[in-house]
C-alpha cells in the first residue's frame, strides 16, 4: 500500500458522567482521529488516545499532532509498506511517543486488513468470537455510591470491575465493596499514587481477595515493583511501566508483576502490543486490554487484539453506552451478558458516523 492523503481530525466528546482517577477528573474527552487513504482508495482508520494534559504519559492531544505533522506523516506519505509490521522500523528513529506512532499505524492496519479482506482480529491471529468485558470505576462521592454503581454493573453481566484507588481512599473502600459484595472479581488501580513507603497499606490489600493491584508505583519503574510484589500475594499488574516490548521483558525477568495489561496506545501500536502479548504467553503471564476512555474507532482496535489467545482476563473495554451519548461508529459496541461479539467482517468491523463526526469536530487538517 501507499499512503496519497491523510486527514486529522481533533474532536470533542461529552461524557455520560465524570471520571475521576488519583491524577484529576475528566468530563469530556478530547481525541484525534486518522483517516489514511492509500492509492487504490481505501480507507483506513485510527484514532489518537493522548489526554489534553500529560496525567497519564508526556503526550498530550497536542503532542501528538505535533508528531505526526512534522515527523510521523512524512515518513509515511507516498511510501510503499508491504506490511504494517514495517511501520515500526520505519518510525525506529523518533523516540518514544508511542500514541502519536499508534494513531497513524493502527489505520494502516484497517487499510491492510480490508485489502487482505480479513478482519483486523484474524490479520492480529485473533481466535476468539467474542471477549470478556470488565468495566473500570472512577472515584465516586461517597463509598454508598461507588457500591451502588457496582451493582449495577454486576447486573448488566461485566465479568469484572476495576475500582480506583489513592490514598487515603483506599483499605477502606475495598472493605466496605468486600462486605457488600464478596464475590465480586475485583481489582484495583493506583495509577501510581503510591510509593514503598506505604507498603503495610498495599500488603492491607491481600486480605480482599483481589485479581491484581494495577500501578500501584511509579511510571517509570520496574525495580520497586519487583520489591513490592516479594510482600504481596496479590499479583501485581503493571501498565504505566511497559511502553514496549523490551520493558516487558526485563519486568517478567525481575518478577515486578504478576500480570501485564496492554494499552496498544501506550505501547506504540498493534504491532508492538501483539510481541508483548506472545511475549507474555511464553513466560505465563496474563495479559488484558485496559482502556484510554477511547470512541468506537480505538474500541474496535481493542476488540480486534482483545481476541488473540493470552488475553484471559476481561479488559476495560466497555460498551460504548457506558461513557458516550453517542459513539462515532455504527453499530455502536454492545455488551451482552458481559461479552462483546468480535467483529468478522472485513477491516476493524464497525463504520465510521461521518455525520456524528463532523458534529463533533472541532478542526480537520488534509496532508497529500
Given at each position: 500500500m501507499k499512503l496519497e492523503q491523510i486527514i486529522v481530525r481533533h474532536i470533542k466528546m461529552p461524557m455520560k458522567a465524570p471520571f475521576?482517577?488519583?491524577?484529576?477528573?475528566?468530563?469530556?474527552?478530547?481525541?484525534?482521529?486518522?483517516?489514511?487513504?492509500?492509492?487504490?482508495?481505501?480507507?483506513?482508520?485510527?484514532?489518537?488516545?493522548?489526554?489534553?494534559?500529560?496525567?497519564?504519559?508526556?503526550?498530550?492531544?497536542?503532542?501528538?499532532?505535533?508528531?505526526?505533522?512534522?515527523?510521523?506523516?512524512?515518513i509515511l506519505l507516498h511510501k510503499e509498506v508491504g506490511h504494517p509490521d514495517e511501520v515500526s522500523a520505519l518510525f525506529s528513529s523518533i523516540r518514544r511517543n508511542c500514541m502519536a506512532k499508534s494513531s497513524i499505524e493502527g489505520a494502516i492496519w484497517d487499510i491492510y486488513a480490508q485489502q487482505t479482506k480479513q478482519s483486523l482480529a484474524q490479520v492480529l491471529g485473533g481466535d476468539k468470537e467474542q471477549i470478556e468485558v470488565g468495566v473500570s470505576v472512577g472515584i465516586q462521592s461517597s463509598t454508598e455510591a461507588l457500591i451502588d454503581l457496582l451493582k449495577g454493573h454486576v447486573n448488566k453481566g461485566y465479568k469484572r470491575v476495576k475500582v480506583k484507588i489513592k490514598p487515603g481512599h483506599d483499605v477502606d473502600v475495598i472493605r466496605a465493596i468486600r462486605a457488600e459484595m464478596p464475590d465480586l472479581p475485583l481489582m484495583v488501580d493506583a495509577n501510581s499514587a503510591y510509593s514503598l513507603s506505604d507498603m503495610d497499606v498495599l500488603q492491607q490489600l491481600d486480605a480482599?481477595?483481589?485479581?491484581?493491584?494495577?500501578?500501584?508505583?511509579?511510571?517509570?519503574d520496574i525495580v520497586d515493583h519487583a520489591k513490592l510484589q516479594r510482600k504481596l500475594k496479590t499479583p501485581i499488574c503493571l501498565d504505566e511501566s511497559i511502553t514496549s516490548y523490551e520493558d516487558a521483558r526485563k519486568a517478567i525477568e525481575l518478577g515486578s508483576c504478576g500480570v501485564i495489561n496492554i494499552k496498544i496506545g501506550r505501547?506504540?501500536?498493534?504491532?508492538?502490543?501483539?510481541?508483548?502479548?506472545?511475549?507474555?504467553?511464553?513466560?505465563?503471564?496474563?495479559?488484558w486490554c485496559g482502556g484510554m476512555l477511547e470512541a468506537g474507532i480505538g474500541r474496535a482496535h481493542n476488540i480486534a487484539l482483545t481476541s488473540l489467545s493470552n488475553f484471559v482476563l476481561p479488559g476495560d473495554t466497555a460498551g460504548s453506552s457506558h461513557?458516550?451519548?453517542?459513539?462515532?461508529?455504527?453499530?455502536?459496541?454492545?455488551?451482552?451478558?458481559?461479552?462483546?461479539?468480535?467483529?468478522?467482517?472485513?477491516?476493524?468491523?464497525?463504520?465510521?458516523?461521518?455525520?456524528?463526526?463532523?458534529?463533533?469536530?472541532?478542526?480537520?487538517?488534509?496532508?497529500?
Open positions: 475521576t482517577t488519583s491524577f484529576g477528573t475528566i468530563d469530556e474527552k478530547e481525541l484525534l482521529l486518522i483517516e489514511a487513504i492509500d492509492q487504490s482508495g481505501t480507507v483506513g482508520w485510527g484514532e489518537a488516545v493522548a489526554f489534553v494534559a500529560p496525567w497519564y504519559t508526556e503526550e498530550t492531544l497536542k503532542t501528538t499532532w505535533h508528531m505526526l505533522e512534522d515527523y510521523l506523516i512524512p480482599f481477595n483481589l485479581l491484581m493491584i494495577e500501578q500501584p508505583l511509579a511510571v517509570d505501547v506504540g501500536g498493534l504491532t508492538e502490543a501483539r510481541r508483548i502479548h506472545d511475549l507474555c504467553k511464553e513466560n505465563n503471564i496474563p495479559v461513557y458516550w451519548y453517542e459513539d462515532i461508529i455504527t453499530p455502536e459496541v454492545i455488551v451482552e451478558d458481559g461479552y462483546i461479539r468480535v467483529p468478522q467482517t472485513i477491516g476493524i468491523g464497525y463504520t465510521p458516523n461521518m455525520k456524528v463526526i463532523e458534529k463533533l469536530t472541532i478542526s480537520r487538517k488534509v496532508y497529500q
